[in-house]
């Protein structure tokens, strides 16, 4: 009888592929998956350690796994990603009937940890590499045919100290040139019509390669093997590498999507400064304002950070003035919240969660406004859209993103998925675009 698993996944996007790399391995070696926990031989949590509430969240689900074991002793319970490889053994002191942990860059030795916990019967710990093994991904279960993740490096060197991910994830370390190419060639030949290539300071790409490169050239590269590969994008860029050589090559290649995610993190120098990320105020707006120059309807997104340790009333009014300036397409805002591991455990906390909870509203409501604002200027125009199939809600009715990466939802007779369209825009619920067939 086929062994099953189950595999839920928390956190960013590496962490989404990381999961497809684990389903493809497990399904290479005769498992299958299934939504449903109780059925399951092996569940997995591919984990993250950024936010405190996304390990709460899974240290209460595992946690209630325990009923489970007891019933069922030969289900093996397995905790992959961040989380284990910033608590190591610890997680088995909490949560005793977990079997096994691995971090990121031990992922390729999951398959062979699970077969030895059902031969051994024992815990085991896997979070010792020091670096990512460097290979080409052949197996990765992908949803679908139409989108697809290309990692281009792995891990950070900037130590910013309210980041765990030097930590968890390693030192910088981009993958070589032709392996990417190779890689984004396969996608081709499989149907694939966009990719996005993933790091998590994706622009400082190459720069520890010999002979260094960088994310430019290599978005030129990506752009000469990619075939009938529609679109290409990149996630997630540092404001310290994010250059106006690299947005000239997103210029010249119609193929490179003109949205950039861009975290900025706070409005505050001091704020800046402390945390270490290596940038002003004043630069990251010059950065900006060279992208916009280039591309006046492209999209920029950002992470913002309330409620760090000191912030003042003044620090955190001039992020919100920063944000009303610069009027970002989206931003995603979190509480400060100390992560075991980073320099920031050791400040004082000393933001109340009221003063948090109230300034993490007052951005939310303020970039409501300005998406709003963003939307309403869409109005009237028609939208170059990638069909991705029909809309969930309503057959009659088709979805798709725009070259920024705001979704769309069209009426149409028939639509290709993989195609693209010019959609005409002529409302929007929530965040989505609804038109018509230009």
Known sequence: MTKQFYLQTYGCQMNDFDSEIIVGMLRERGYSPTEEEESADIILFNTCSVRQHAEDRVFGKAGDLKRLKRERPDLIIGIVGCMAQNYKEAIFDKLPHVDFISGPRNIYDIPELIERVQGEGTRLAAVDKEERPQVMERSVAREGRMKAWVTVMEGCHHNCTFCIVPTVRGTAQ????????????????????????????????????????????????????AGAIHRIRFTTSHPVYANEKLFDAMKRHARICENLHLPIQSGSDRILSHMRRGYTVENYKKRIEEFRKRFPKGAVTTDIIVGYPGETEEDFQKTFQLMGEVEFDDAFIFKFSPRPGTDAMHFKDDVSKKDKEARNQSLLRLQERITEKKLRSVMGETVQVLVEGKSKKDKSEYKGRTRTGREVVFRANDASPGGL?????????????LGAIA
Do not use: C, H, W
Not at 199 to 211: E, S
Not at 421 to 433: A, C, E, M, N
């Open 174 to 225: 981009s993958r070589p040139v032709e392996m990417i190419l190779k890689e984004v060639k396969s996608l081709d030949a499989q149907g694939y019509k966009e990719v996005t290539l993933i790091g998590q300071i994706v622009d400082a790409y190459g720069r520890d390669l010999n002979p260094a490169t960088d994310l430019a050239t290599l978005l030129e590269e990506v752009d000469r093997v």
């Open 421 to 433: 369209i010019q959609v005409k825009v002529g409302s929007y619920f929530g965040k989505t675009l």
